[in-house]
């Protein structure tokens, strides 16, 4: 079993930057392949980027790419989501997921294990 764990999040004005944290316990984390996901108020979750066990592959959803990159560290059980250029519309609850196989799947089905979720605010 996989435990999240997600920090960085907060308020940013347009154009700026963060960067998301996802730490995990369990025992299962290097062999995961990862997600970060994302809902906003009055909107489904959606699925921002995935990378797979070995953070060989990646993928990303057209609304982020060139602006985010998700990468991971085995040696420390975390799995990282940088966000640059900021807008107003990636305001939403940020989260991670893990799934029970390596390699990734682009879609908001196929993670057993999700984290509790980071807000990210950003202001115009």
């Known amino acids: 079993q996989v435990q999240l764990v997600e920090s960085g999040g907060g308020l940013v004005q347009a154009g700026g930057s963060l960067r998301l944290s996802c730490a995990a316990s369990?025992?299962?984390?290097?062999?995961?392949?990862m997600g970060w996901f994302r809902q906003a108020p009055g909107k489904e979750r959606e699925i921002v980027a995935a990378?797979?066990?070995?953070?060989?592959?990646?993928s990303y959803a057209d609304s982020v790419k060139g602006r985010f990159t998700i990468s991971r560290n085995d040696a420390e059980n975390a799995v990282y989501l940088q966000m640059n250029s900021l807008k107003p519309e990636d305001t939403a609850v940020y989260s991670c997921?893990?799934?029970?196989?390596?390699?990734?799947?682009?879609?908001?089905?196929?993670?057993?294990?999700w984290g509790q979720g980071t807000q990210v605010t950003v202001s115009s």
């Open positions: 997921a893990a799934r029970t196989g390596r390699y990734l799947v682009f879609t908001t089905t196929g993670y057993a294990y």
């Open positions: 369990g025992h299962t984390f290097g062999s995961s392949a």
């Open positions: 990378i797979s066990w070995s953070g060989a592959d990646t």
